[in-house]
């Protein structure tokens, strides 16, 4: 069984930057895309980025396009989020999970149960 766990998150002002972590265990990390997903209270759960399992293709949602880099050390069964030029719109719980590929996750299709998520909170 895949477990998933999320950290790095804090508090920030706007315009700062902050680095998530997702550590994978429980399956063979390399072989599958990842995605960060982000969720506020009173909305679903939305996808952030993603990316797949070689880290050679790569998807941002538009509102963190830019700002946003997703990377992953399949040596460390690892996943990153640098998130960068925060603003208080990204306030969120933010998790990872597995998928397919790149295309899968941005249907809405995950694997794994997910985490306990890291929360970030951008200030004005």
């Known amino acids: 069984q895949v477990q998933l766990v999320e950290s790095g998150g804090g508090l920030v002002q706007a315009g700062g930057s902050l680095r998530l972590s997702c550590a994978v265990s429980?399956?063979?990390?390399?072989?599958?895309?990842m995605g960060w997903y982000r969720q506020t209270p009173g909305k679903e759960r939305e996808i952030v980025a993603a990316?797949?399992?070689?880290?050679?293709?790569?998807y941002y949602a538009d509102s963190v396009n830019g700002r946003f880099t997703i990377s992953r050390d399949n040596a460390k069964n690892t996943v990153y989020l640098q998130m960068n030029s925060l603003t208080p719109e990204d306030t969120a719980a933010y998790y990872c999970?597995?998928?397919?590929?790149?295309?899968?996750?941005?249907?809405?299709?995950?694997?794994?149960?997910w985490g306990q998520g890291t929360l970030v909170t951008v200030s004005s």
């Open positions: 990316i797949d399992w070689s880290g050679a293709s790569t």
């Open positions: 999970n597995l998928g397919l590929s790149v295309l899968s996750i941005r249907r809405g299709n995950s694997i794994g149960t």
């Open positions: 429980g399956r063979a990390f390399s072989s599958y895309a």
